[in-house]
């Protein structure tokens, strides 16, 4: 992995933990776990924490893998189909 690929992939995962832990702590003056879970209550706590996990943790996963896949079908199903619809640049 390459070092600017790398920290990439780093600030993701710190994003990831941020945006899955954002409302289940109580930091004073900055984030508020316990008003959030009283608004909402602990199921639907605990359903919005598990949603924000699995996009932001197929987000991660997505960005960690990318540096093993040299050439993703995907992408290259994309641009050759891309090259048969636009007109050659002048």
Known sequence: MHGLQ???????????????????LDIP???N???????VG?????LATAINAV???WRLRLQSTSG???DPHLL???MRE?????PPHR
């Open 55 to 57: 996009f932001s943790g």
């Open 6 to 24: 790398l920290l990439l992939t780093m600030l993701i995962t710190v994003q990831f933990v941020v945006i899955v832990l954002h409302d289940l």
């Open 33 to 39: 776990g316990t008003k959030v879970r009283e608004v």
């Open 42 to 46: 602990r199921k639907k706590l605990w």
């Open 82 to 86: 891309t090259r048969q619809v636009l």
């Open 29 to 31: 003056g900055w984030t």
């Open 76 to 78: 290259r199903t994309t």
């Open 68 to 70: 093993t896949a040299r």
